[in-house]
């Protein structure tokens, strides 16, 4: 039985280690820079330096690098080795505070958006005190931001703390007003729930658009799927329980506290989710948690997937992120109480969330959207493209009755009773989960489920904190300038209610009449990435994000160039892959498996010249209709591909929506005749393992 507490946070060096080994002056200054965002001085830093440098040698590290999370959607490090060369010829062991706090790699290489030309090349890490350092192989890792030589962030950090500080303001100047003058901060905390699959390497290795894309391009639903609900909580086989011993294991060595794990309801589908911690370094877990998978997955003889739609045709995956915003003395600023209607506080807070939902919903959508996440945003295991909150029954009430100045009858706990004498009775919880929400509360949080399983989590909460933070600025400078607190409090909550009704929805989101219902109310459905990135340059949202300083309007400019070119080559990869794999796997296959249908039936006839071979005769007929519509199907998705480059398309937004338009219908097309084929070929003249083989590989 191995002994966890030991273990924990091993590799970290967190409070534990920092008390241990930092004099009380330097603890206690650096606790100010981390909770109150004070200063750091140099010599605080040359003595955390020391400290960090003799903790991970004698943990066995040799380097150091300054991990930080560019635009590219992954994370990055490059490694220096703490030596330096002694006057005897050997080396010492050396680590600085200036080589702590700043780092230097090349900024022309990582995505810009226009920030920086290709020729100019410097670029700087910061270290962030308020995310552990850790060590992963042997190299220390330090948790940084990444800006330009001009100071613009080229990274998701950056903007993500500030939208914590931005949030922490405005939080703060309400708190002041209901009398919490002892509130020091107040701070954003998330628990991203985080689906994966798992396949056999070896199947893996033999699918060229899994290795290329990360996701099937090609393949016919086996006989049996996702149809029995079987696999959903289901025993978990040894080969996988085996591999989430081990990842627990190696999470847990870096002090992230992984907690829950379960089969999810796609077969060969699971989730683990962790306990909450604060979002920056949520965010931080969250990417090593995803490199970990993988590379546990790998010890395994398995490939951990975490594209969002790898398979079509069973359920793909998200990253459901749990957010919540509570106080340093422990107040959780969404928990209602036993009395919600009489809990002002809660209220105002809750009306705040409602009218950013609301007033920037097009920020939501687009900072979950991806050319992955587009696949699987209004399947039926994820929430539509049109955002949407869900309260539950005893908080409509609330609002309604607070909207229509009517008392609150309130409501019972109610208690379940089983029929079984030997079962406790316990008490139902006031409202039930809505899995079809985009944005459900979930008794003390709301639980953001749009966002797609290979995202950063940093994007979601980057405009959930700046929209909030603006309905808690809006509503602070009111308040501050009221005469009647009382007064003013009680008919913002009520204007807020009124004026955004239209986003709460407590019904079914698969429902297609909640399609139309929802452009009734006047709320917005970018079902693609092209249909919503440009909306981030919407003059209220550049307003909005520049007011608070979270970005600047070139630093909105790069992204929304980014995340639109990501796009558009995430899905000419695609298309590239499957002429590829059309032409030099499928066709070939399905023509060697038609000539053996025709040799055999002329075989027949040589013994029995009388014999039709009806059978042989069609399914070669069928197949040879089938090969020539892979060819044209083919032929024309090349064309769509090459179409790209015309004159016509001047920009990148052209591009995505000639990508959405057309190369997107050609993938469908060519992908409908050859998974048809698929049906009708032989298994063992098919040149690659099929959904069958990948679903149930894994036992």
Request: hydrophobic letters at 40%; glycine letters at 6%.
């Amino acid at each position: 039985m191995k002994n966890i507490p030991e273990y924990f946070g091993k590799l970290v060096f967190d409070d534990r280690v920092m008390k241990s080994m930092l004099s009380a002056k330097v603890y206690a200054s650096l606790k100010r820079t981390i909770d109150e965002d004070a200063p750091l001085d140099i010599s605080i830093a040359n003595a955390v330096a020391d400290a960090m440098k003799e903790w991970a040698t004698k943990n066995g590290a040799t380097h150091y690098t300054h991990w930080f999370q560019p635009l590219t959607g992954v994370t990055a490090e490059k490694h220096d080795s703490f030596i330096s060369p002694s006057p005897d010829g050997g080396v010492i062991m050396e680590f600085s505070g200036k080589e702590l706090i700043k780092g230097e790699p090349d900024a022309s290489s990582f995505p810009s958006g226009g920030l920086r030309a290709t020729f100019e090349a410097r670029g700087y890490t910061a270290w962030d005190p308020t995310s552990y350092a850790f060590i992963k192989g042997n190299t220390l890792c330090i948790p940084t931001a990444f800006c330009s030589y001009g100071g613009e962030a080229l990274d998701k950090k950056t903007p993500l703390l500030r939208s914590m500080e931005a949030l922490n303001r405005q939080a703060l100047r309400i708190l002041k007003l209901f009398g919490h003058d002892d509130v020091k901060y107040v701070r954003c905390e998330v628990g991203p729930e985080q689906e994966y699959f798992l396949i056999d390497r070896k199947l893996y290795d033999q699918r060229r658009d899994l290795i290329f894309t990360g996701r099937t391009l090609f393949g016919a639903m086996p006989p049996k799927g996702q149809e029995m609900d079987d696999h959903y909580f289901g025993a978990i086989k040894p080969r996988v329980a085996e591999y989430m011993e081990d990842l627990n294991e190696e999470l847990w060595k870096l002090g992230i506290y992984a907690k829950t794990e379960h089969n999810e309801v796609a077969p060969a589908q699971h989730e683990l989710a962790p306990i909450y911690s604060t979002t920056n370094i949520a965010t931080d877990h969250n990417q090593l948690t995803m490199e970990i998978m993988q590379k546990v997955a790998a010890k395994h003889g398995l490939v951990c997937l975490l594209h969002e739609k790898p398979f079509a045709g069973v359920n793909g995956s998200g990253k459901h992120n749990n957010w919540s915003i509570s106080t340093d003395t422990g107040i959780n600023l969404l928990k209602p109480g036993d009395t919600p209607y009489e809990n002002a506080q809660f209220l105002l807070f809750l009306c705040a969330v409602i009218k950013a939902v609301d007033d920037y919903q097009d920020l939501l959508r687009l900072a979950v959207a991806t050319a992955g996440n587009d696949h699987r945003l209004g399947a039926n295991e994820a929430p539509p493209a049109i955002i949407s909150m869900f309260l539950g029954d005893e908080l409509d009430a609330v609002l309604d009755a607070i909207e229509n100045d009517r008392p609150y009858a309130g409501s019972e706990k109610k208690t379940l009773t089983l029929g079984v004498d030997v079962l406790p009775d316990f008490a139902r919880d006031t409202t039930d989960r809505n899995r079809t929400s985009p944005f459900a509360f979930t008794g003390n949080k709301f639980e953001f489920r749009s966002v797609g399983s290979s995202n950063s989590i940093a994007c979601a909460n980057i405009m959930l904190n700046a929209a909030v933070a603006e309905s808690l600025r809006i509503y602070a400078d009111r308040l501050e300038a009221a005469e009647d607190f009382e007064a003013t409090l009680n008919g913002m909550i009520k204007k807020t209610i009124k004026d955004h009704r239209r986003i709460i929805f407590n019904g079914n989101g698969y429902d297609e009449s909640w399609v139309r219902e929802a452009e009734a109310r006047g709320l917005c459905n970018y079902r693609t990435t092209p249909d919503c990135m440009p909306h981030l340059l919407d003059d209220k949202n550049v307003e909005m994000l520049t007011r608070h300083g979270i970005y600047s309007r070139a630093e909105l400019e790069s992204r929304c160039e980014i995340m639109l070119e990501n796009y558009c080559k995430t899905v000419k990869i695609e298309a590239n892959a499957m002429v590829d794999m059309a032409r030099k796997q499928i066709l070939p296959a399905v023509e060697k498996y038609a000539a053996s249908v025709a040799e055999a039936a002329a075989s027949k006839r040589a013994v029995v010249p009388t014999l039709t071979c009806g059978y042989e005769s069609k399914l070669v007929s069928k197949l040879s209709l089938l090969i020539d519509q892979i060819a044209e199907k083919t032929d024309v998705l090349e064309v769509a591909i090459m179409n790209l480059k015309d004159e016509s398309i001047k920009n990148i937004i052209d591009e995505s929506c000639a990508i959405r338009d057309t190369v997107l219908c050609a993938m469908s097309e060519l992908r409908a005749v050859a998974d048809e084929a698929e049906t009708l070929t032989a298994e063992e003249f098919w040149p690659f393992p099929t959904y069958g083989d990948l679903l149930f590989g894994v036992r």
